[in-house]
């Protein structure tokens, strides 16, 4: 069964730092990788996804992650954060084929201090 | 173009009520989903349906009821409401012939007493 691990539920940095969301999944075969993002009392946005193209994904608001298949690993990154930036973010994994069901993370809330 | 639209956006129940959560999308899409979210739980899956006349049990569907009449509607049933449910309820949708990317209703989010 396919599972997936975010290192830090709460994760802060300070406006203009490195933004890192770690992510770890454990799949049977070769995922979709997803990074959504839940401000608050809002629902889910897709951020970016991995479908087996290019290793590194670039998504919206600056934000990017990298497919690194011996870590198993999909974390999220952004160069400089900003206060808009303040939300939960949550990694998913799906089977590819005909399994659309997608597991996801516990969540990070990530926090950005002025 | 609406996306997925859930009612009630607020719902307060007591133990033992009955009551249906609503979710209606206008793409055409194939497959929908219950999520429910809890505090450092992340979101769990339900119930969810890959077309109409289908549904098929996820990760915690005890409690909960299901069906698809129509490939827009997927309505979600609480025959018996208990404490234990109260959380966030998201509906969530895809085409079946995409990468599993989920479009997400707002959410609605219920209290049992």
């Known amino acids: 069964a396919q599972s997936v691990t975010q290192l830090g539920s709460h994760v802060s940095v300070s406006e203009g730092a490195l933004v890192l969301l770690r992510c770890n999944y454990s799949?049977?075969?070769?995922?979709?990788l997803f990074w959504y993002v839940q401000y608050p009392n809002q629902g889910l946005q897709l951020l970016l996804k991995?479908?087996?193209?290019?290793?590194l994904v670039k998504g919206i608001n600056g934000f990017e992650a990298e497919f690194k298949k011996s870590e198993t690993s999909f974390h999220l990154t952004k160069p400089s954060a900003h206060m808009s930036d303040a939300a939960e973010y949550f990694c998913?994994?799906?089977?590819?084929?005909?399994?659309?069901?997608?597991?996801f993370g516990k969540g990070t809330l990530l926090t950005v201090n002025p | 173009n609406a996306g997925v639209t859930q009612t009630p956006k607020f719902q307060v129940l007591k133990t033992g009520q009955s009551m249906t959560l609503q979710c209606a999308q206008d793409m055409n899409h194939e497959y929908m989903s219950w999520y429910r979210q809890d505090p450092g739980m992340g979101l769990r899956l339900i119930h969810y349906?890959?077309?109409?006349?289908?549904?098929d049990q996820g990760e915690v569907p005890n409690g909960y009821n299901v069906s698809r009449s129509t490939t827009e509607d997927f309505p979600l049933r609480l025959l018996s409401a208990a404490p234990s449910q109260t959380s966030v309820y998201f509906c969530?949708?895809?085409?079946?012939?995409?990468?599993?990317?989920?479009?997400f209703g707002a959410g609605s989010r219920l209290t049992v007493l």
């Open positions: 969530a949708s895809t085409p079946l012939d995409g990468a599993n990317v989920l479009t």
């Open positions: 349906s890959v077309g109409a006349g289908i549904t």
């Open positions: 991995y479908t087996s193209a290019a290793t």
């Open positions: 998913a994994v799906s089977e590819r084929g005909s399994n659309y069901k997608l597991t």
């Open positions: 799949s049977s075969v070769p995922p979709y």
